[in-house]
Each structure stands twice: as structure tokens, then as C-alpha cells.
């Protein structure tokens, strides 16, 4: 049972009762966009880049028309029905309830949900929602080509991502186990893990894969980029591979949900944190702080 109420088709409802249709095609194929989103002090963080995501993965669809107007109103309804301040929020649009083919008809009625739940708060006074830096693991899954499924789309269909997690169960052991999965391209060039995308620092240089590494450009992942160049550290987006994540001086990840987790380790090789992560992660705090919470 859950005491957390969720916003279904204009409606607030207890979790328990929030349903959609066995028909929905967001259900049968997976044909539905989806951001995770953060609030913070009771306002969500980047609204207009995930908005403007969102939309894009509607558009990539062909359903951007029937994504309505009030988003943000009912993400604001949902946080207000559940008293929360700070917290995971996940919106959902999906095609809706169409017959049972393949081929989508025109006229779209779409789902749309938000749920959400308690987060700690965050900023300079705040704590992560992760307890320890992140032990990743290279997979033999490979990331979608563009080509096949866009990397831009942020869809309902993760099975990309949930066969790379369960490559790191499989590999478990008492003594071994991983946070996060670390996915190459098909011509074996550093993607992004499941949920996350990936920085490592090189002689003072920030590194990351480039968006022709069939990444999802993350939101948090371009906010730590205008933060590093806002110091003026060298950035090099571009095509890298394992064994150079695994000699990075320092390394993270970075997502909604996590922010910057420092990398503890790749494949069983130490790298951890250091003075570049530990200042991104000061500046990523104030800015949370300043524009959150300083109000």
C-alpha cells in the first residue's frame, strides 16, 4: 500500500487506484515519453530543458500536438496533493488507448501521469540520495544505434538499459557488486550507463561521450557542462574508450536523481573522486541552493 496520491488524465488519485488502460499503447509497445524530473523547495529543476526533451520525444513520435499545455500545472498539483517540497517526480506521456495494431492512428487522446515520491532535500544544506561513490561495470550490452531507435527520444521502451542491469545481477557476488552499468556503441566507444551519463577527468581536461555516441543527452549533464565552462575548464566532448575512463585521474556520473556521484571504481579499478568533481559538486549545490532555496 502506498500513501503517496499520483496525477492520472487531469485527476488526482490515491497510488493504489491510479490504473491506465491494458490498451494504452504506452503499455503494448511502449509507445510513450517519459522525463524524470527533480523539485526542489517545491519547484522543479530545469523545467523548460525537460519540458522542451519531452516534447522532442512526442515530436520523434509523431503525437507532439496532443501533449497538453498544463504540465507543469498538474507536476505542481501532484507535488501540492502530497505535501512534498522535495522529491522524484516522473511524467508520462503516452499515445493513449487505440486499437490493437501496430501502425498508430491520427487521432491521439493521450495518457498522461505524474507520480511522484519523498526526496531529501538538496543544496548546500541538503544530502544525496546515494550513499556511496558508484561502482561501475562495462556490459556486453550495447547502447541503441541512433539509427534504430533515436538516442534523443526518452521513451517507455528501456530494455536497452534494464539488459545491461541485469548483466550487472548476473555478475553479482558476496564480495562484488555493482552500481551502474557502463554502455559502449556497437564500434565499442564509451556511451553512457543505464540511467546516467559519464565525465572523467584527463590532465585537467573534463571528458565526456558526444552526442554522435548515441548518448541521451542529459539535462544534468548539461548543466555540468555550462558549470565547467563557467570556471573555465577545458571540456572535450568527443569518442573515448573504456580503457580511458579506467585511467581517468577522476570520474562521475551524473543524472536528475543523483546529480554528480563520483566514480569509485570501473571493472574493479580504482579511480574516485577529486578536486574537479568535488568543485562541480560545490557549484552544482549553490546554484540549487541560490535558485531553490535562497528565496
Not at 142 to 166: C, E, F, Q, V
Request: aromatic share 8%; glycine share 8%.
Amino acid at each position: 500500500m502506498s500513501d503517496y496520491s499520483y496525477h492520472v488524465d487531469g485527476e488526482i488519485v490515491p497510488a493504489d487506484d491510479a490504473t491506465v488502460s491494458v490498451r494504452d499503447r504506452g503499455f503494448m509497445y511502449g509507445d510513450a515519453a517519459f522525463e524524470t524530473l527533480r523539485a526542489y523547495g517545491g519547484e522543479v529543476f530545469a523545467w523548460d530543458a525537460h519540458e522542451a526533451r519531452l516534447r522532442n520525444t512526442c515530436d520523434l513520435l509523431g503525437f507532439a500536438e496532443a501533449v497538453p499545455d498544463d504540465l507543469r500545472e498538474r507536476v505542481r498539483a501532484t507535488l501540492d496533493a502530497n505535501d512534498l517540497d522535495d522529491a522524484y517526480v516522473r511524467l508520462s506521456v503516452t499515445r493513449g488507448v487505440q486499437p490493437g495494431k501496430l501502425t498508430p492512428n491520427p487521432d491521439v487522446d493521450p495518457t498522461v501521469v505524474v507520480l511522484v515520491k519523498d526526496l531529501p532535500r538538496g543544496g548546500v544544506e541538503g544530502t544525496t540520495p546515494w550513499d556511496d561513490p558508484a561502482v561501475v561495470q562495462t556490459v556486453k550490452t550495447r547502447r541503441t544505434p541512433d539509427a534504430a531507435s533515436p538516442a534523443a527520444a526518452k521513451t517507455h521502451n528501456y530494455l536497452n538499459g534494464i539488459r545491461a542491469r541485469l548483466e550487472l545481477r548476473r555478475a553479482e557476488t558476496d564480495a562484488f557488486r555493482a552500481d551502474e552499468a557502463l554502455l559502449r556503441t556497437t564500434d565499442d566507444a564509451v556511451a553512457e550507463g543505464a540511467t546516467s551519463n559519464v565525465f572523467f577527468v584527463d590532465g585537467g581536461v573534463l571528458k565526456t561521450p558526444g552526442e554522435d555516441c548515441d548518448i541521451l543527452p542529459g539535462v544534468t549533464r548539461d548543466v555540468v557542462i555550462d558549470l565547467a565552462r563557467e570556471e573555465e575548464f577545458p571540456v572535450e566532448p568527443g569518442r573515448y574508450e573504456v580503457s580511458e575512463v579506467r585511467d581517468a585521474d577522476e570520474a562521475f556520473l551524473t543524472n536528475t536523481t543523483w546529480e554528480i556521484r563520483p566514480i569509485a571504481s570501473v571493472d574493479g579499478i580504482e579511480i574516485g573522486t577529486g578536486p574537479m568533481t568535488k568543485l562541480l559538486s560545490r557549484l552544482f549545490e549553490e546554484r540549487i541552493e541560490r535558485e531553490y532555496y535562497e528565496q
